[in-house]
T-cell receptor
């Protein structure tokens, strides 16, 4: 069966520091992968999606970037965090038929 | 463009009573529709999905939803609420010809003991 992992689970970072969040999927090959952000009291916002290694589509221009160095690895990064980057970050993969399955999430607090 | 509207931001029910979470959709074609649940500080879990095979869809944990084209609705129901059902619920529609999901604003379900 397929499993999606995210780490770290929680992260507290100062403003201006770099960020790296990792997502990996097991049990499938060449999945479409997605990064979402959920800010406090708000819905989910699609940040990036990837249909293959090195292929990244950005949905919202912002302080973040994404990379896909391996087939089942998706990384979310920032060079300098802003306060507004705080939120709950979710990775997802497409299981076919437009159905997406989500990871456990990373809670990021920028102070 | 596809969209979903969750009619209630917060629903409270007593344990053992029925649950109704409402979702209306807007689409120029017959869409797929999903319900996801999110417990505090957890990822989203797929409850059920409608893909035009049957209008009444049964999901996990005793939930079900009925697709009503005439009413453009996809309401989520459960006959008897359990304390563990307390969570946020999202109605979701995918885009046409792509996999981008559009999420409703969510309904927070509170269960009163």
């Amino acid at each position: 069966s397929q499993t999606i992992h995210q780490w770290p689970a929680t992260l507290v970072q100062p403003v201006g520091s770099p960020l790296s969040l990792e997502c990996t999927v097991e049990g499938t090959s060449n999945p479409n992968l997605y990064w979402y952000r959920q800010a406090a009291g708000r819905g989910l916002q699609l940040l990036f999606y990837s249909v293959g290694i090195g292929q990244i589509s950005s949905e919202v221009p912002q302080n973040l970037s994404a990379s896909r160095p391996q087939d089942r690895q998706f990384i979310l990064s920032s060079k300098k965090l802003l306060l507004s980057d705080s939120g709950f970050y979710l990775c997802a993969w497409n299981g076919g038929g437009n159905t997406q399955y989500f990871g456990p999430g990373t809670r990021l607090t920028v102070l | 463009a596809q969209s979903v509207t969750q009619l209630d931001s917060h629903v409270s029910v007593s344990e053992g009573t029925p649950v109704l979470l409402r979702c209306n959709y807007s689409s120029s074609y017959s869409p797929s529709l999903f319900w996801y649940v999110q417990h505090p500080n957890k990822g989203l879990q797929l409850l059920l999905k409608y893909t035009s095979a049957a209008t009444l869809v049964k999901g996990i944990n005793g939930f079900e939803a009925e697709f009503k084209k005439s009413e453009t609705s996809f309401h989520l129901t459960k006959p008897s609420a359990h304390m563990s059902d307390a969570a946020e619920y999202f109605c979701v529609v995918p885009g046409f010809g792509n996999e981008k999901l559009t999420f409703g604003t969510g309904t927070r379900l509170t269960i009163i003991p």
